[in-house]
């Protein structure tokens, strides 16, 4: 069965859907999906030289000792 085939068969389920618990569930779903598709739009790659100034800062804020180890940070999220 193609796409439209199924969204045509999806609408006319609700057309006649009467269940008003189920159609909420379907619009949390759908406002879920829409909000998911809208931060994925949002997100943008980063260009090389964004991920080699990345990378530096990351080696610097290591060899200076700016970071937590693994416990610390399940520490930490105990407290979450």
């Known amino acids: 069965m193609d796409l439209q085939t199924r969204k045509l068969?999806?609408?006319e389920?609700?057309?006649g859907l009467?269940?008003?618990k189920i159609?909420?569930?379907i619009e949390s779903t759908?406002?879920?999906v829409q909000k998911t598709q809208m931060v994925k739009r949002s997100l943008k790659p980063f260009t090389q030289e964004q991920l080699i100034d990345r990378a530096k800062r990351s080696?610097?804020?290591y060899q200076s000792g700016k970071y937590k180890t693994q416990e610390q940070l399940e520490k930490e999220s105990?407290?979450?």
């Open 23 to 25: 159609f909420r569930k």
């Open 78 to 80: 105990e407290n979450w």
């Open 30 to 32: 759908i406002t879920e």
């Open 9 to 11: 068969n999806a609408i």
């Open 59 to 61: 080696t610097l804020d």
């Open 18 to 20: 009467r269940d008003e």
């Open 13 to 15: 389920y609700l057309a």
